[in-house]
């Protein structure tokens, strides 16, 4: 199960709830866009964590890659995904484990990335070394995640969890992990499984009456070629 940021506004496309613009922000407002991806024409592409795979639809639909992949383990999600957009060229939708999946495909992506997905709510020492093996030497890696606690608490200055609550999809109170980490935690993270942090940003959104404010770290990383 994937706790996801609040919804974008949708599209007049026949697609039902595909974005109108790539975010990577928590309230989904704000820039940059996709521009941190890089140029994606012929390029393979993976979400890690993709819900019912909204982006991954938009990045399909608007800039002409191979293919991307929009993987996620929750099976409500990928069914959702495949009902909306299981007809876009370009798109195809993964009911798996993010780390799983990776580890499976080797040197297979171009481009890999992630927002308040599965880097969010799976041990950083497990996944990041998964999808750089999925990556391609010199892949790109791009992600964002919370700078804070959404109750406003600092983050963590350690890789540990916090148990966090949360409501199932039959509608029952339960509880995950999520990892809020410091931004030199995770590029100790990306540097120790294989990659070179290329870019840091924190966009801060002042909220408004009825939002909190809310920053995002939004991290570039590039898998290291052999030497």
Known sequence: ??????????????????????HWDWYQRAEPSSELLGDLTDRTVVEIGAGSGRQAAYLARVHRPARVVAVDRDPAQHARGRERFGDISRLELVCDDAATYMAK?????????????????????????????????????????????????????????????????????????????????WHRLCDEHGFETTHTDTIHDPGSAYDPPIATNVFRAVRRRAA
């Open 105 to 185: 495909h080797p040197d297979t992506f171009d481009v890999a990335y992630c927002v308040f997905g599965a880097l969010d709510f799976t041990d950083p020492d497990e996944l990041l070394p998964a999808i750089a093996e999925g990556l391609r030497p010199g892949g790109l890696l791009v992600f964002s995640t919370l700078a804070h606690y959404r109750t406003g608490r600092a983050p963590e200055t350690e890789s540990r969890p916090a148990t966090i609550s949360t409501r199932r999809p039959d509608g029952t109170p339960g509880t995950m992990l999520r990892w809020v980490l410091d931004i030199p935690v």
């Open 1 to 22: 199960m994937t706790l996801s940021p609040p919804s974008t506004t949708a599209t007049s496309s026949p697609h039902s709830g595909i974005v109108d613009r790539f």
